[in-house]
């Protein structure tokens, strides 16, 4: 049990460290994701698992929902132009409520910059991808999903953290902020508290 | 007609996914809709849809059959909110 816990932590902490170096020694086969396919059959367990741990089945549905996006959107924007690695880390830290998800992707300004190229900072690219429906994949008609997130996250208290480049957008019941930070991401980097 | 969209699984949720179920769902199952018949969307038994699955078959069902097409109530918290924000 301890050991679980303290694996957990290590793994929270490695995935944050990949995201940000890409250092292969912080991805492991546990976590690491390297296609599609493997991160649903993973998603699929996580369902399972957080069932047993919370009350509220409709809970699980909607943090499914908010992970399958994110972690979705990873590979929707990233396929082909990954900045090293493929795909996404995906682990949660059942014991202290925390998910978290990263890609070493192209990250959220140079999708949001190709159908809005007046878009300069990763701070304005967050805004965007969180409040309006406009998406890096032009002339496809989508860009609802981190809308969604932050739908879902607010109305039933989900902290997220979602980092891109230097910015980090921060969404909380009624906050919703987005500012400038020292951890410098190239692609996205999520940690959910629920 | 009715859809019953755990046929297609009960987490609905990337856009691949939803984009196959759609083009399934024309070959074999919509191919046998009548001229001018309605058809409900039932979503019963899921337990996770996304706005990209329903973006890729919900929105091109919607715009195949327009004002054809009804969504059954659902007490899914995530099907809810991916109509509401596929919807705006």
Redesign the interface.
Known sequence: MIERQINKKNNISDIEQWAINGDKKYSKDEYYCPTRDIFQARLSGFLEELRKKLTDDNRAFLLTAIVGEIGNNSFDHNLGKWLDVPGVCFDWDPDNYLIILADRGQGVLTTIKKVRPTTNTNQKALQTAFTETLSGRSPERRGNGLKFVRQVAQANSIEISFHSGDALCFINNNEFTIKLTTKKVPGTLAIIKF | MKIELKKFGQ?L?????GKEAWLVAKAYTLSELDDLEKIEVDFNDV??????WA?EFL?PLLATYPKRVSFLPST???VN??LD??N?
């Open positions: 987490l949720i990337s856009r691949p996914a337990l996770v849809l996304t706005p990209s973006d929105t899914n918290q995530t909110n991916s924000i596929i705006r």
